[in-house]
């Protein structure tokens, strides 16, 4: 019997989840041309402005003039360059821990990981709200998978009293990526400890963006390689570039190279992505004015909504969701918004729960106050508009 692919597409229309691609047609910035239109673009995980930074495209042409515009080969071939050592050695030594590992994409390092380092009669736990990258990383390995209500260390500890036998790993987003706030951390670590556990921690949205010289979540809360045994971060987001990289000491490294599948059998990075990335991490490292200003935006536009009534979920970071409720509801203010020449994202489930439908406000350093001021000017006119 064939499968009716038409009817699940009409399916997904008629409950307002369907997706569309739209094509961008300038670099990533404050102001984009999507699908030929100029507009204000408050969508981009871009959130230190360094995708455009003269400095990372001069690192990139140099890179390409010497290295060529392609790896040609899997790291444990002939892929593995200068350019991919030195980041990973640059990249450890910002984020605290003995080594790196670079992989192609955040998603593949969490499927990796976890992959790599559990199987059938493992547990792992993950919050509720983890990225869908680690969830099926989870389902990759076969371990016994358990969710724990979302940023509950309570939930989780009695989790782990009844877990049976075999390795425990419990991972976790360190920023949330639809909800903007951070994963308790320190209790998340002690509560690990107490239970022989190891803990993950994907900071794909607070790495380069928040704790001292932008070194993200662990050092936020001051943690380190002995509470967060394992790292990830990536280095498309707050970098402006693309790729991911694991840390941990030095016998994880190794084990990860011997067995994490989607690093084993991939082509490497291009180098000339490599030293990009080695230019944007010098950026982030000596610019605090790019989250100082970042974190002045958020104030302001959290200020505004505030006095316009607005529900915005209790989020500090560059992540700002507009709760609205269902799919369609989430879709008017997004099509309202550009009408204004506002782009803001409708998130829709499966990627948040049900009823949960929302706009993912993101800023920039790019962006200015200004900016702020006419999209708080906007979304009042929405809210009137949708009040009439």
């Keep these: 019997m064939a499968w009716d692919l038409k009817a699940g597409l009409e399916r997904r229309r008629a409950e307002h989840l369907y997706r569309r691609r739209r094509v961008l047609g300038s670099p990533q910035g404050r102001e984009i041309t999507l699908d030929g239109q100029r507009l204000l673009a408050f969508c981009s995980n871009d959130y230190l402005g360094l995708s455009h930074h003269p400095q990372v495209i001069e690192a990139f042409r140099k890179g390409a003039e010497r290295h060529g515009v392609g790896s040609g080969a899997a790291h444990l071939i002939t892929g593995h360059g200068t350019a991919h050592q030195k980041l990973e050695e ?25 992959s790599a380092l559990l199987g059938r009669g493992d547990n792992l736990f993950e919050d509720r709200l983890n990225h869908a990258s680690l969830i099926d990383g989870g389902l990759l390995s076969g371990a016994r998978l358990k969710r724990y209500p979302h940023a509950s260390a309570e939930a989780l500890a009695r989790q782990l009293a009844a877990a049976g036998k075999g390795e425990r790993l419990v991972a976790t987003d360190g920023v949330f990526s639809m909800d903007g706030d951070l994963a308790p951390l320190p209790q998340l670590a002690r509560t690990c ?79 000339a992505v490599a030293e990009a990335v080695r230019a944007a991490l010098k950026l982030v490292k000596a610019e605090q004015w790019r989250r100082d200003h970042l974190a ?43 009408r204004l020449g506002i782009l803001a994202t409708a998130i829709r489930p499966p990627t948040v729960p049900a009823g949960s439908a929302r706009l993912r406000i993101t800023f920039s350093a790019d962006h200015l106050e200004a900016d702020v001021d006419t999209l708080l000017a906007a979304l009042d006119s929405v809210k009137q508009k949708e009040g009439l």
Aim: proline content about 7%.
């Design 90 to 114: 640059e990249l450890a030594e910002f984020v605290g821990y003995p080594r790196a590992l670079l992989f192609s994409t955040g998603y593949m390092a969490n499927l990796g990981v976890i």
């Design 193 to 271: 400890a107490e239970h022989g556990a190891w803990l993950m921690v994907d900071d794909a949205h607070g790495i380069g963006v928040i704790g001292p010289d932008g070194r993200g979540s662990l050092a936020h809360f001051g943690l380190g390689p002995t509470e967060v045994p394992i790292l990830m971060g990536t280095l498309g987001k707050a970098f402006g570039v693309f790729g991911a990289f694991v840390a941990g000491s030095e016998d994880l490294i190794e084990n990860l190279i011997q067995q994490a599948r989607p690093y084993i059998y991939t082509t490497a990075l291009p180098p």
């Design 296 to 338: 002045a935006l958020v104030q302001r536009f959290h200020a505004g909504a505030e006095r316009l009534g607005l529900m915005l979920l209790p989020s500090h970071t560059s992540i700002q969701p507009l709760l609205l409720g269902e799919p369609e509801r989430a879709i008017y203010w997004s099509v309202e918004l550009e």
